[in-house]
């Protein structure tokens, strides 16, 4: 039923949701001598190489349907996983956010409610009221940032449907250890489902990060969420894929949408798939420079939160917005943590060593200002 004075058609739930704002977009790069984009999370390496070539090859085919490209990718990631997952248990899909829009479509009923923590990825909010469901955000607890699992637990009701775990989370980088996580999915009733994402488990180098995989293989109802849009550098590309338990797999991939995948994403990720000397390369830059990063914040006295992802959060010691603007205009761009609910902070993606050498001469010259 949609407000008395809007078009009788209009679902009321998708008039009272909030649109996700859309950004500015990325500016002229050709106007600075060096431009670079720290503020998404890409991989400043750029694309796997042997996905790069596989896209040249795909191309000439653009013309023709993939008759089998959800069962093809879904096929492919079982023996990507070795058959410890498989097939039916995939949700392959144009995107990571296309895999959450399918998992809120078909979980998230009107009145249902998602417990999320924020500050988190931001888009979970939209897609759960686009389907009429409720957000109850149970906030990380501060100053670590960590997920509050004693009151997760107490906001679970009837109605709840969803549990959203980001792991490594965005936008703080921190990590939830494996324990807290076992507790967590013991305790919470077999009827809630807890959407894992760990678009960003590739940059992990901790001892006891609780992967998704583990779940999934011993048949808890959880949906992990990977991604080739960061370490693989595809996020142009726009492809990514869920993995659950054959029952919520089987399910879930009812939400069918004939020839959902493009061909040329789906060659690409293929092949970035076995490229594993550009995932190595692309650790070693992130691990290499988020010592380097930690020490010079360290030498500044510049308070951040340790992270397991590709990217920091610190603290600004000048107003965050002020920051990123005169930055901006240096050529280096940085999302201020305002968006994601983390006001006064700002996200950092950790780059090449030109890159964050760069960031740090400009920050720094607005520090002593
Ligand atoms: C936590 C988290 N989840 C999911 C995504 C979605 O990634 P994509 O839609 O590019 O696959 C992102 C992207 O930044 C993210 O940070």
């Known amino acids: 039923m949609s407000n008395s004075n809007s078009h009788p058609l209009f679902k009321s739930h998708i008039e009272k949701a909030t649109r996700f ?17 720290l503020s998404s999370n890409e991989n400043l390496m750029g694309a796997s190489p042997k996905a790069l070539a596989a896209v040249k090859q795909a191309i000439d085919g653009v013309y023709e349907y993939d008759h089998y ?16 997952i498989k097939s039916g248990q995939f949700i392959t899909a144009n995107s990571g956010v ?33 389907e009429g469901g409720v957000v109850v955000d149970i906030p990380l607890s501060t100053p670590d940032y960590q997920l509050d699992i004693d009151e997760i637990l107490n906001a679970v009701t009837e109605k709840t449907a969803l549990v959203f775990i980001t792991n490594p989370n965005n936008p703080t980088g921190t990590y939830i250890e494996k324990e807290k996580i076992d507790h967590l999915i013991e305790q919470l009733p077999d009827d809630v489902i807890v959407v894992y994402d760990e678009v960003y488990y590739h940059f992990v180098d901790a001892d006891d990060f609780p992967y998704a995989i583990d779940y999934v293989k011993a048949g808890k109802p959880v949906i992990g969420l990977h991604t080739f849009s960061k370490i ?58 988020k010592k380097w990063l930690y020490e010079k914040f360290e030498e500044l006295g510049v308070e951040y939160l340790k992270s397991q992802g590709n ?8 107003p965050s917005l002020e ?7 240096e050529g280096v761009m940085i999302r201020p943590g305002d968006n994601f609910g983390a006001p006064g902070y700002i996200r950092l993606t ?15 010259h607005f520090l002593e200002k």
């Open 21 to 37: 704002q859309l950004r500015k977009p990325t500016p002229n790069k050709t106007n600075w001598d060096t431009f670079y984009k």
């Open 69 to 84: 490209d959800d069962f093809q990718f879904q096929d492919k990631l079982a023996d990507y996983y070795k058959q410890e």
């Open 98 to 130: 296309e895999v959450l829009e399918i998992i809120c479509r078909g979980l998230v009923s009107v009145g249902a409610e998602c417990i999320v923590s924020s500050p988190t990825f931001s888009p979970y909010k939209n897609m759960i009221e686009l």
């Open 232 to 289: 693989y550098g595809l996020a142009g590309l726009r492809i990514g894929y869920g993995f659950t338990t054959p029952e919520i797999g089987e399910y879930l991939n009812k939400i069918f949408r004939p020839f959902r995948i493009d061909t040329v994403s789906m060659a690409a990720a293929f092949a970035a798939l076995e490229d594993e000397e550009h995932v190595n390369r692309s650790q070693k830059m992130v691990w290499e420079g």
């Open 311 to 318: 990217f920091i959060m610190f603290k600004s010691p000048i």
């Open 323 to 329: 920051l990123t603007s005169n930055m901006l205009d």
């Open 350 to 364: 950790i780059g090449t060593e030109a890159a964050n050498k760069r960031f740090m001469d400009v920050f720094k």
